[in-house]
């Protein structure tokens, strides 16, 4: 890995995280949707895409740096993590 060299540095590292992005969307397809959450303006627009019930859910990414660039994000505009390797709940009534 190229250290000394800042814009050499800075490309490596932008190639590295794109091929780990390829490799965890064959993993998990579901890791590109990011879900956004918006109690207070309940059917806001935020760059092409409108909260629904104050809930936005997307996989584009040039919607998710509209959403996260608005003026009302982290005020009241709040993203929701989603943890998919939690406990599988299996029915006891087999």
């Given at each position: 890995m190229p250290y000394k060299d800042v814009e050499r540095r800075r490309q490596f590292q932008r190639e590295y995280k794109a091929r780990w992005r390829k490799k965890q969307e064959i993993i998990n397809p579901l890791r590109a949707f990011r879900v956004y959450i918006c109690p207070r303006f309940p059917f806001l627009w935020a760059g092409k895409g409108q909260f629904n019930g104050g809930f936005l859910i997307t996989d584009?990414?040039?919607i998710q740096s509209q959403v996260e660039r608005?003026?009302?994000f982290a005020r009241h505009i709040f993203p929701l993590a989603l943890d998919l390797s939690g406990p599988i709940i299996e029915d006891e009534e087999k």
């Open positions: 584009d990414p040039e608005h003026s009302e």
